[in-house]
């Protein structure tokens, strides 16, 4: 399992260990659930979303593949990026392949408290009048 958080923060990164060589479809997805968890985690710790995921998926033979998706708006909730890792996830071809590691990225870092909305004053200075 590899969890990345990256953007405008450090990078942050959190390497766990996984099953050596997940053959088990239903297996594969309960670690991409469990990742999803921690990516969750993490944003909520740096009050942060992200707009961009990224599914690393390495197999045994070490062949790499890597699948992202940008959206619109910043995500943090664990629904939604556990269902983008997961459509990710499914669009590869795993041809009967045993995976060796999982992981899941976010960047295009977003913080919460920046981009509250603010309301601006109209008029710089108060003491103009309009005739």
């Known amino acids: ?3 990345t958080i990256s ?5 942050y990164t959190l390497p766990v260990v996984t099953k050596e060589g997940l053959s ?3 297996e594969m997805l309960q670690e991409l659930e469990q990742i999803a968890q921690i990516v969750e985690q993490r944003l909520k710790q740096h009050e942060t ?6 599914l690393k998926v390495k197999f045994s033979d070490y062949q790499q593949l890597t699948r992202s998706k940008t959206m619109l708006a910043p995500i943090s909730e664990l629904s ?20 060796r590691l999982l992981g ?10 920046q981009t509250q909305a603010i309301q601006l004053p ?3 200075n108060a003491d103009i009048t309009w005739e």
């Open 1 to 3: 399992m590899l969890i």
């Open 7 to 11: 953007g405008f923060l450090p990078d």
């Open 24 to 26: 088990d479809h239903s």
């Open 49 to 54: 979303r992200g707009r961009t995921l990224t």
């Open 80 to 99: 939604t990026i556990f269902e983008i890792a997961k459509t990710l996830f499914l669009s590869i071809e795993l041809e009967n392949r045993s995976v």
């Open 104 to 113: 899941i990225s976010l960047s295009n870092l977003d913080n919460a408290k």
């Open 122 to 124: 109209l008029f710089q």
